[in-house]
């Protein structure tokens, strides 16, 4: 089991930028890969970002030019840090963690990811 807790969350106005931050707390970080999702009201949960072991990144078509996934393995954390945020980013942000095979491509990863390693989420909304 992997457990995560995200942080950065917070209100902000349209074109502005949040970071947020995961930190895992679990044996072999190195080893997982990880990513972002995200939930609006009434809409299921989206896949975001993700990051490989190796560092090689997925992002979701609608966040890639503005959206970055980064881990500092010596600090047992995922980053996403997001730029020039539009009312639609609104929605709660959740980390996740995985290893194994299921890790080997990044846009399949986040399709099909169900859990069990999910953080508890943080708020994030954009406002015009």
């Known amino acids: 089991q992997v457990q995560l807790e995200e942080s950065g969350g917070d209100s902000v106005q349209v074109g502005g930028s949040l970071r947020l931050s995961c930190v895992a707390s679990v044996s072999f970080f190195d080893n997982y890969c990880l990513g972002w999702f995200r939930q609006a009201p009434g809409k299921g949960r989206q896949g975001v970002a993700f990051i490989g072991p190796d560092g090689g990144t997925t992002y979701e078509s609608s966040v890639k030019p503005r959206f970055t996934i980064s881990r500092d393995n010596s600090k047992n954390t995922v980053y996403l840090q997001m730029d020039s945020l539009k009312p639609e980013d609104t929605a709660v942000y959740y980390c996740?963690?995985?290893?194994?095979?299921?890790?080997?491509?990044?846009?399949?990863?986040?399709?099909?990811?169900?859990?069990?390693?999910w953080g508890q989420g943080t708020q994030v909304t954009v406002s015009s």
């Open positions: 996740a963690a995985g290893q194994g095979p299921p890790c080997a491509y990044g846009g399949v990863w986040l399709a099909n990811y169900r859990g069990p390693n």
